[in-house]
């Protein structure tokens, strides 16, 4: 069996489907979108400007306050108060440079109370806008580390599935890297394809509660063996449907339809064509396609020749055509099927999509 797994191991590095540091790409796909969770967390861009913006509106207010003299002028002078109160961490900078400003503002004042009133009262906003900036950051870093916290969970149970079957030891990383190549070959986005990826990664996690002797049964399952182990992509999405950053990747409806079909066939809720989410359909044809191409207790593993037949003769009715397409550009770039069958196959499906 260790021959088996080592054998498979170079299909996969054949491929270019290197172990990829799966915690930096979760933590990456978990920190992109959640920069409005801060008020703070702004672009380089953004903040560059700020830090302009804080320079010329001091200028302004001291050179406007040499000739006029309003308190109008002092929302001028709050402007860079704000800003350094938003960006500056330490308090006490934050606050003697608030004091500095109010100092100017001060000096070209006119004397009376409404300068001095309006001088503590912007002290006080600078002061109370640095703890909002504090909490807030403070709020985003932890918001951050407890969806790390569970992804890593998540990614442990999907582990433990494959400990489980030592017959699909690397399924669920072969079935994420699959999915991220042919995501990469379609044009989509980077962000749809590290959703992609990362829903391959988890895609079997509801077999955490699949028995034992289903899941390393040494033969073929009965009707109502399969109709147990079917359960597993509902399971699946009920264990991570409640965590907010899987559902607006759409890696939920991923995990819970990764094994419907074109025709309708599939489970667990019998969705056809267009109802299928797309990345559901890559996650199918690589799911498929990995299960081909690795052995199990009860057959032989097919060749990637023979497992690509299969891609393209059920393209339309188990896979989408389109991604069973791109999937067998995959395998002719990296030399894995020859370049003639692929063009063959190009035909076929062509035909196919268009009836």
């Known amino acids: 069996m260790k021959n088996d797994l080592d054998l498979h191991k170079l299909s996969r590095n054949g491929l270019g489907l290197q172990s990829l540091d799966t915690e930096t790409e979760?933590?990456?796909l978990l920190l992109t979108g959640n920069d409005h969770f801060c008020p703070v967390s702004l672009g380089k861009k953004t903040t560059v400007s700020l830090w302009v913006l804080m320079v010329l509106s001091i200028g302004a207010a001291v050179w406007l306050?040499?000739?006029y003299s309003s308190p109008l002028l002092l929302g001028l002078y709050a402007v860079p108060v704000v800003i350094v109160a938003l960006y500056v961490a330490n308090v006490y900078l934050v606050s003697t440079f608030a004091a500095a400003v109010m100092g100017i503002w001060l000096f070209f004042s006119e004397t009376g109370w409404i300068p001095v009133i309006g001088a503590a009262a912007l002290l006080l906003i600078s002061m109370l806008i640095r703890r909002v900036a504090v909490v807030s950051q403070r709020n985003f870093v932890q918001k951050?580390?407890?969806?790390?916290?569970?992804?890593n969970t998540i990614l442990s149970f999907s582990k433990s599935i494959d400990a489980r079957d030592p017959y699909t030891a690397f399924h669920s990383n072969n079935v994420a890297n699959y999915a991220k190549k042919i995501a990469t070959e379609l044009g989509m986005s980077s962000?749809?394809?590290e959703a992609v990826h990362l829903a391959g990664l988890i895609h079997d996690i509801g077999k955490i509660g699949t028995p034992e002797s289903i899941l390393q049964k040494e033969s073929r399952?009965?009707?109502?063996?399969?109709?147990?182990m079917k359960k597993h992509a509902e399971d699946g999405y009920q264990i991570i449907k409640d965590i907010k950053r899987l559902q607006e990747i759409g890696a939920t409806a991923m995990v819970r339809h990764h094994h419907e079909r074109m025709d309708g066939r599939g489970y667990p809720q019998g969705l056809k064509g267009d109802q299928i989410p797309f990345g559901a359909?890559?996650?199918a044809a690589c799911d498929a396609f990995d299960a081909m191409t690795t052995n199990r207790s009860y057959r032989q593993k097919l060749s990637m020749?023979?497992?690509a037949d299969e891609l393209r003769r059920h393209s339309g009715t188990q896979f989408d055509p389109m991604v069973a397409n791109a999937f067998l550009r995959v395998l002719v770039e990296d030399g894995l099927i020859p370049a003639e069958e692929e063009q063959g196959s190009l035909g076929l499906m062509a035909s196919l999509q268009k009836s």
């Open 281 to 283: 359909r890559i996650l």
């Open 144 to 151: 951050v580390e407890f969806e790390e916290l569970f992804m």
């Open 26 to 28: 979760v933590r990456n």
């Open 221 to 228: 399952l009965t009707e109502e063996e399969y109709d147990v």
């Open 305 to 307: 020749e023979t497992a």
């Open 191 to 193: 962000r749809e394809i």
């Open 65 to 67: 306050h040499m000739y």
